[in-house]
């Protein structure tokens, strides 16, 4: 089986960052892609998540509006909200993210060897 998403986009918020009990980071963010062309073009807004090491990067250098390349696992989560009712979210499970930049601008004034490599398996803490 194959289970791959693959995107490119901007950030429609800054990444929201916390702590597995286990203390493992986990970032959770939105990435809006665009597809179709011409007058069909559209607006995806695609759920992220990313873990450990990953997501201390995401949370440091992703903010509302930053390009990046995102690629991962897709997955589907369930659980019970305060009602009881049954809720689901479909995610991308982020393995590797890269920054990008708007034409004819640098991503970060960091030099490249400064920034961590975001090429990395997710380590799911749950």
């Not at 960052?17 to 959770?28: F, L, M």
């Not at 995102?70 to 993210?97: A, H, L």
Request: proline share 4%; net charge negative.
């Amino acid at each position: 089986m194959f289970n791959q998403f693959t995107g490119i986009g901007n950030l429609a918020a800054d990444p929201e960052i916390r702590y597995a009990q286990s203390g493992t980071a986990v970032a959770n963010y939105t990435v809006c892609c665009e597809g179709g062309y011409g007058e069909h073009k559209y607006t995806e807004f695609v759920r992220c998540v990313s873990f450990g090491k990953l997501a201390e990067i995401v949370g440091e250098y992703l903010s509302k509006g930053k390009r990046c390349f995102i690629q991962g696992e897709m997955q589907t989560r369930q659980w019970d909200d305060k009602d009881g009712n049954k809720r689901y979210t479909t995610e991308i499970k982020v393995s590797t993210m890269k920054m990008l930049a708007p034409k004819g601008e640098a991503v970060q004034n960091t030099p490249e060897s400064q920034i961590p490599n975001a090429d990395m398996n997710s380590d799911t803490p749950f």
